[in-house]
């Protein structure tokens, strides 16, 4: 079993549609927990950064963590076709070296 | 801005040859890291580096070498290169963990074909 789980899509939604992206886990001792962006031909890119359990929100964007079920996700409000890309999850334990695991990664489409 | 800058974006090797990829990030990050992304399968780690000199292997280090002789270059080496070693390699860099903003900000990934 994969210390995170992933389901890779791909996922296809018309535009202005709220998206939910989830990852679930194994290892209880990760703490901190990020959701990536992939543009196509390009490296990932930090879009959300989530301390223990709990939520935050930037924009049309919501990252939910809940430890007690090892699950965690992402909403997209009011997607639109710049969205359109690779989304994944990748989290770590409290240690030093910055070590993180990733998930298989969300292929999201939004169409116009 | 923070820039973590891969020697190639498209690497064609053949089978046996000794393939090295380059990294360099500019903003003194103690650590570093070797993914591969495959579909699928998502990223890797292969190899990670917290400090110069030092180095940790990943979860599929089989095939690779890294080397970490200055703090802003970590270079990943293939030794043997193989055709199930063709894949997208992505080189990341980050602060040391003490603090909470440990924001890994990645290369532009080099495609490399074993052929």
């Known amino acids: 079993q994969k210390e995170v789980e992933q389901d890779p899509g791909p996922l296809s939604v018309p535009e202005g549609a709220i998206v939910s992206l989830n990852c679930t886990y194994s290892?209880?001792?990760?703490?901190?927990f990020m959701w990536y962006r992939q543009y196509s031909r390009k490296g990932p890119e930090l879009l959300m950064y989530t301390y223990s359990s709990g939520n935050k929100e930037d924009g049309r964007f919501t990252a939910q963590v809940d430890k007690s079920s090892k699950y965690i996700s992402l909403f997209i409000r009011d997607s639109q076709p710049s969205d359109s890309a690779t989304y994944l999850c990748?989290?770590?334990?409290?240690?030093?070296?910055?070590?993180?695991?990733f998930g298989q990664g969300t292929t999201l489409q939004v169409k116009p | 801005d923070v820039k973590v800058t891969q020697s190639s974006r498209y690497l064609v090797k053949r089978t046996g040859e000794k393939v090295f990829l380059e990294c360099v990030q500019d903003?003194?990050?103690?650590?570093m890291f070797w993914y591969r992304q495959d579909p699928g399968l998502g990223l890797r780690l292969i190899y990670f580096?917290?400090?110069?000199?030092?180095?940790e292997k990943g979860d599929i280090p089989e095939g690779y070498s890294v080397s970490r002789e200055k703090k802003e270059r970590f270079s990943l080496i293939l030794e043997s290169a193989s055709t199930n070693q063709t894949s997208m390699y992505l080189c990341?860099?980050?602060?040391?963990?003490?603090?909470?903003?440990?924001?890994?900000?990645f290369g532009q990934g080099t495609r490399l074909t074993v052929v």
């Open positions: 990748a989290m770590r334990v409290t240690s030093n070296t910055g070590k993180l695991i």
């Open positions: 290892n209880s001792a990760f703490q901190y």
């Open positions: 580096s917290y400090d110069v000199k030092m180095k």
């Open positions: 903003m003194d990050h103690e650590n």
């Open positions: 990341a860099s980050s602060l040391k963990s003490g603090s909470l903003n440990t924001e890994a900000f």
